[in-house]
Antibody
Framework: EVQLVESGGGLVQPGGSLRLSCTAS????????MTWVRQAPGKGLQWVSV???????YYADSVMGRFTVSRDNSKNTLYLQMNSLRAEDTAVYYC?????????????WGQGILVTVSA | AIQLTQSPSSLSASVGDRVTITCRAS??????LAWYQQRPGKAPKLLIY???SLESGVPSRFSGIGSGTDFTLTISSLQPEDFVTYYC?????????FGGGTNVEIK
């Protein structure tokens, strides 16, 4: 059974940093691209970043230069390092896996982790 | 970035109704579109990918059609568990983008 579990969220002050983790199980993690999607309270879904199994990376413009995605295939874990956090980064952050190689659709999602940026 | 405009943003319907949700892309994306369902407080669930392919385990009352810039999600006969929010997502190019969502409410 595929499982994705996010951790590392919480309350952080504006300008601060936080690192999210997404631990995967039930599939061959190293062969799948993994993505982060966020959802501000009461708002819609916003794609954040993706990292392929081979290391290709893309970011949304809104987080470029502030967020860094990485992965440790030996630990089946995806990370999102978030720096220079702003109030508008407050959201539930989900990790998700690509459905298949080359298909940028997300078939399994974690339960989400809340990040609150506030003084 | 490719913008996706969903309409309507909300709709009211009854159990058994047929409903259609539209997603329009700001430029052509071939058939690179997915639909997701999201229940309150839960992660989204993939319903349709490639504009018209039904994800495994998804009831056949859900269907999708479209290519280029115009896409639709149809629920042929609304069930009580279908009164939630739906999103489209384009996979044609980065940055990946989602539509604004459609909330399906009970009339």
């Amino acid at each position: 059974e595929v499982q994705l579990v996010e951790s590392g969220g919480g309350l952080v002050q504006p300008g601060g940093s936080l690192r999210l983790s997404c631990t995967a199980s039930g599939f061959t993690f190293s062969t799948y691209a993994m993505t982060w999607v966020r959802q501000a309270p009461g708002k819609g879904l916003q794609w954040v970043s993706v990292m392929s199994g081979g290391g290709s990376i893309y970011y949304a413009d809104s987080v470029m230069g502030r967020f860094t995605v990485s992965r440790d295939n030996s630990k089946n874990t995806l990370y999102l390092q978030m720096n220079s956090l702003r109030a508008e980064d407050t959201a539930v952050y989900y990790c998700a896996k690509y459905r298949r190689f080359g298909e940028r659709y997300f078939d399994y999602w974690g339960q989400g982790i809340l990040v609150t940026v506030s003084a | 970035a490719i913008q996706l405009t969903q309409s309507p943003s909300s709709l009211s319907a009854s159990v058994g109704d047929r409903v259609t949700i539209t997603c329009r892309a700001s430029q052509g994306i071939s058939s690179a579109l997915a639909w997701y369902q999201q229940r309150p407080g839960k992660a989204p669930k993939l319903l349709i990918y490639g504009a018209s392919s039904l994800e495994s385990g998804v009831p056949s009352r859900f269907s999708g059609i479209g290519s280029g810039t115009d896409f639709t999600l149809t629920i042929s006969s609304l069930q009580p568990e279908d009164f939630v929010t739906y999103y489209c997502q384009q996979s044609n190019s980065f940055p990946l983008t989602f539509g604004g969502g459609t909330n399906v409410e009970i009339k």
